[in-house]
């Protein structure tokens, strides 16, 4: 499936209460290999409340621009996000324009409005490739990035989550240190080309995982009430 376009008008989505913007789960191939269904977002506005804006279960999701918000949370403190991924991969491959603004603009909260358990990208299962992608989460117990992998997938040298080139501000500040700009539970991180993490709380984690940095990356990460 595929969402917006250049020869469409920009596509609006707006989910309230518990609603999700776009909701899909992928189909086995008729001969059990691995599920080849797609999900592309060329372009497009979607905004939700409590619910995930995005929702995907297995297959791929790719999504080249876009403007993603979320302005609400569960009050049972169920993990929401903005794009949440179980057993699949997340390919946001984005531009930048003219003034330097990144084609993907993710937001959850807002100047005035601290959300609890939000993320930008929630990944179960999966993996996540970010490029040229802007993250901004007001939130506590939050992350612009969390992906939740498994033992075995960090002992493996492949990749939970990959950031080329991309911004991510956790911006709420708290007492506890309990939101994070990238997070992995048993995956491995690789930041690449020119990546910028602020956060008021924790800045890049990795549980049973790693954090590499690729030969000639420029990744800074400030954390100016909390630890790298």
């Given amino acids: 499936m595929t969402v917006g376009g250049e ?16 909701c899909m789960a992928a189909e086995e191939a008729a001969d059990g290999g691995q599920d080849k269904n797609i999900l592309t977002i060329d372009s497009g506005e979607f905004s939700s409340e409590i619910g995930d804006t995005i929702e995907m279960h297995g297959g791929t999701m790719n999504i080249k621009s876009g403007s993603f918000t979320k302005n609400a949370a569960a009050e049972d403190n169920t993990k929401t996000a903005i794009i ?14 003219g003034s330097g603004k990144k084609s993907i603009q993710m937001m959850c909260g807002g100047e005035n409005v601290s959300l609890k358990n939000v993320f930008g990208v929630y990944s179960e299962g999966g993996t ?13 117990y939050s992350a612009g ?6 033992e075995q997938a960090a002992s493996e040298k492949a990749y939970a989550v990959t950031v080329a080139d991309s911004v991510i501000d956790v911006k709420f500040r708290e007492d506890k240190l309990s939101s994070s700009g990238i997070s992995t539970e048993g995956g491995n991180i690789q ?10 709380g924790l800045g890049i984690t990795a549980r049973m995982g790693s954090i590499d940095i ?15």
């Fill in 145 to 150: 990035v969390l992906a939740i992998t498994g």
């Fill in 191 to 200: 930041l690449k080309g020119s990546v910028l993490v602020t956060s008021q």
């Fill in 214 to 228: 690729a030969a000639g990356g420029e990744s800074e990460v400030y954390t100016p009430r909390g630890t790298g």
């Fill in 7 to 22: 020869a469409s008008a920009v596509p609006i989505f707006s989910a309230q209460g518990l609603g999700t913007c776009i």
């Fill in 84 to 97: 949440h991924m179980t057993d699949g991969k997340l390919i946001a491959d984005g531009s930048v324009d």
């Fill in 128 to 140: 996540v490739s970010l490029q040229d992608v802007q993250i901004v989460v007001n939130g506590t």
